[in-house]
Nanobody, 115 residues
Framework: QVQLVESGGGSVQAGESLRLSCAVS????????LGWYRRAPGKEREVVAI????????IYADSVKGRFTVSRDNTKKTVTLQMNRLEGEDTAIYYC????????WGPGIQVTVSS
């Protein structure tokens, strides 16, 4: 059973940066893409970024392109989301997830950006 746990959230001012990390625990040998999505109050879930197993294919939501960077370390079994130039609209709970059927995701972590 895969388990994911996010860390690194918090409250910042607009224009500042945060770095989210997600630790992935799974049985050896499983290969899959990983991603981050967010859910803001009153808004639909938004997939922020997806990174392939090898890291050579990355997709970003238009809303974060040029500001967010996703990366992964398969040795450490982590996926990271570097968020720069944060905006108030980035305030949400962020979840890391596996691109599998069925998918798995962590408990989420709060990011709050004040204008």
């Amino acid at each position: 059973q895969v388990q994911l746990v996010e860390s690194g959230g918090g409250s910042v001012q607009a224009g500042e940066s945060l770095r989210l990390s997600c630790a992935v625990s799974d049985r050896p040998g499983r290969v899959y893409d990983l991603g981050w999505y967010r859910r803001a109050p009153g808004k639909e879930r938004e997939v922020v970024a997806i990174i392939s197993w090898t890291g050579d294919r990355i997709i970003y939501a238009d809303s974060v392109k040029g500001r967010f960077t996703v990366s992964r370390d398969n040795t450490k079994k982590t996926v990271t989301l570097q968020m720069n130039r944060l905006e108030g609209e980035d305030t949400a709970i962020y979840y890391c997830f596996t691109v599998t059927q069925p998918g798995a995701w962590g408990p989420g972590i709060q990011v709050t950006v004040s204008s």
